[in-house]
């Protein structure tokens, strides 16, 4: 959803999604971790304070500085790291099993053509090694639950569909050789392609990654891909 209003393509937004109905727990302090392929960057701007204030960003934690300064990582994914102090007082949200609870937005500024942006998860490499140098970055979600025993970790794991991005530069719209018109969807796409248009005209289709290899040949007749 865009919840800035920006029409933006590149616009993120954290979502909680709870898997038990509570009438009222109460949410104390909050952080979640992002990785980023290394060069692109969230617009200081652009950052939305959907549940909560006093939420604080920052980038401390490049590649470059992962891998030069600790020899963590390659050198490939920044992290960003959004946290919510414990707040003056404790935030209330009623929430039912399944219905998402927005969190924070944000928007990546440079239009990447290539990466990924994800969730980095408390089991990554980088996120043990962050921790045996005094460094966390789990993902955290602090809640009382009302039983009785005060605050405790409220975090589960991330959705498996759509924890991650994917960049692309691939901007095939539409192909038009003599009287043929084809048309390809998604753009971007990760795991399936479909092609519109009289194909059976072609001899074959190639497919390519984002890496220019052959990912799959398609002769006539063709087959579904």
Same mark, same amino acid.
């Given at each position: 959803?865009?919840?800035?209003?920006?029409?933006?393509?590149?616009?993120?937004?954290?979502?909680?999604?709870?898997?038990?109905?509570?009438?009222?727990?109460?949410?104390?302090?909050?952080?979640?971790?992002?990785?980023?392929?290394?060069?692109?960057?969230?617009?200081?701007?652009?950052?939305?304070?959907?549940?909560?204030?006093?939420?604080?960003?920052?980038?401390?934690?490049? @590649?470059?500085?992962? !891998?030069?300064?600790? #020899?963590?990582? *390659?050198?490939?994914?920044?992290?960003? /790291? %959004? $946290?919510?102090?414990?707040?003056?007082?404790?935030?209330?949200?009623?929430h039912t099993t399944g219905v998402g609870i927005p969190v924070l937005s944000f928007i990546v500024d440079n239009m990447p053509t290539s990466g990924e942006i994800a969730i980095l998860e408390n089991n990554d490499p980088i996120a043990v090694a962050l921790a045996g140098v005094g460094f966390v970055v789990d993902n955290?979600?602090?809640?009382?639950?009302?039983? @009785?025993?005060?605050? !405790?970790?409220?975090? #589960?794991?991330? *959705?498996?569909?759509?924890?991650?991005? /994917? %960049? $692309?530069?691939?901007?095939?719209?539409?192909?038009?050789?003599?009287?043929?018109?084809?048309?390809?969807?998604?753009?971007?796409?990760?795991?399936?392609?479909?092609?519109?248009?009289?194909?059976?005209?072609?001899?074959?289709?190639?497919?390519?990654?984002?890496?220019?290899?052959?990912?799959?040949?398609?002769?006539?007749?063709?087959?579904?891909?």
């Open positions: 959803s865009d919840y800035n209003n920006t029409a933006s393509p590149y616009e993120f937004t954290f979502v909680a999604t709870p898997d038990f109905d509570n009438a009222d727990p109460n949410m104390a302090d909050m952080q979640l971790t992002v990785a980023i392929t290394a060069g692109n960057s969230i617009q200081s701007n652009s950052f939305t304070e959907l549940f909560g204030t006093g939420w604080q960003v920052n980038t401390a934690l490049t @590649g470059s500085i992962l !891998q030069n300064n600790f #020899g963590i990582g *390659d050198g490939s994914r920044d992290l960003w /790291i %959004f $946290s919510l102090p414990v707040p003056s007082s404790e935030l209330t949200t009623v955290v979600i602090n809640a009382d639950l009302g039983d @009785g025993n005060g605050t !405790q970790d409220y975090y #589960g794991n991330t *959705d498996p569909v759509n924890n991650s991005f /994917i %960049f $692309s530069s691939l901007t095939i719209g539409e192909v038009t050789q003599n009287i043929l018109e084809l048309s390809l969807y998604p753009n971007p796409a990760r795991d399936v392609v479909a092609i519109r248009g009289d194909i059976n005209q072609l001899d074959s289709i190639e497919i390519y990654s984002l890496n220019g290899q052959l990912v799959k040949t398609v002769t006539n007749k063709f087959e579904e891909i």
